[in-house]
């Protein structure tokens, strides 16, 4: 199988070409485009792959615009940061779609549904998006808070509660069962959500989940040292009570995502 990645953020892209490599070690990524500029260029001068991965938002806008320049002739699995609500017409106008941040099971669910279409695809034009129909979509239930990561977050401290913004936040950690948000000024407080929510809601650019414990912010990290097994321990600003180990499977991600 020959599979486009078009995504604009080089981290996500790396995470998703290694995802699909560890799938199905058979699948060639022919081309990784960060645009609709360079997708349309690549389109029309490539035949057509046998499926693309798609982001919806790209750094010179949303890709249906790709649509409207040159014939996409593949079935497309989506890629997008809009929420449940936002994105029920994605179930009938494409293959599947996938949540950002993306899962493993998830990329392996949307491989496996293509796999099983792949015959229908045979005998008809495979790329019948309505993209008309998916912006009227958008535009009817979209709101800011499905195109934009979380960026404030209610903390508690005894019996006060009271915002925070993410930017102010070093990591998050867990201690017996709780979540805590740590500031840059090693201030520490309650949260009420769990540490999936967060991975979910965070903006993967800024926060990577480095194990079940940690989800640390970039400019929290100060260096990193090997460890046992090819694994990393990871040196925090402020310092945090337990050790951050990044197991090994994650280690190569890790340093990806520090621009490693």
Same mark, same amino acid.
């Given at each position: 199988m020959n599979l486009v990645i078009v995504e604009d953020e080089s981290i996500a892209a790396r995470r998703l070409h290694k995802m699909v490599q560890e799938l199905d070690p058979a699948i060639e990524v022919v081309a990784v485009l960060d645009s609709i500029e360079k997708s349309v260029n690549w389109f029309r001068q490539h035949p057509a792959p046998d499926l693309m991965l798609l982001d919806i938002e790209l750094v010179d806008g949303q890709s249906f615009e790709i649509f409207n320049q040159v014939e996409i002739k593949c079935p497309v699995i989506f890629t997008t940061? +809009?929420?449940? +609500?936002a994105i029920k017409a994605f179930r009938v106008?494409?293959?599947e779609y996938l949540l950002k941040p993306i899962q493993e099971k998830d990329l392996a669910r949307g491989l496996q549904k293509f796999r099983e279409l792949k015959s229908i695809y045979a005998d008809r034009q495979p790329a019948q998006v309505n993209i008309e129909a998916l912006l009227q979509e958008l535009r009817a239930h979209s709101s800011p808070s499905s195109t934009t990561y979380r960026d404030r977050i209610l903390v508690k401290q005894g019996q006060r509660m009271f915002p925070i913004t993410t930017s102010e936040?070093? +990591?998050f950690f867990t201690k017996e069962r709780l979540v805590y948000a740590c500031t840059r000024e090693n201030r520490q407080y309650l949260v009420d959500f769990t540490m999936d929510e967060l991975e979910k809601s965070l903006d993967s650019r800024h926060f990577f989940r480095a194990n079940r414990q940690f989800i640390v912010e970039f400019k929290a990290v100060n260096r990193l040292n090997p460890y046992f097994n090819g694994k990393l321990k990871v040196a925090l600003s402020p310092a945090?009570?337990?050790?951050v180990i990044i197991?090994?499977?994650k280690a190569t991600e890790f340093r990806s995502w520090l621009g490693g």
């Open positions: 940061a +809009y929420d449940e +609500y106008n494409s293959i936040v070093a +990591y945090p009570d337990e050790e197991s090994r499977d």
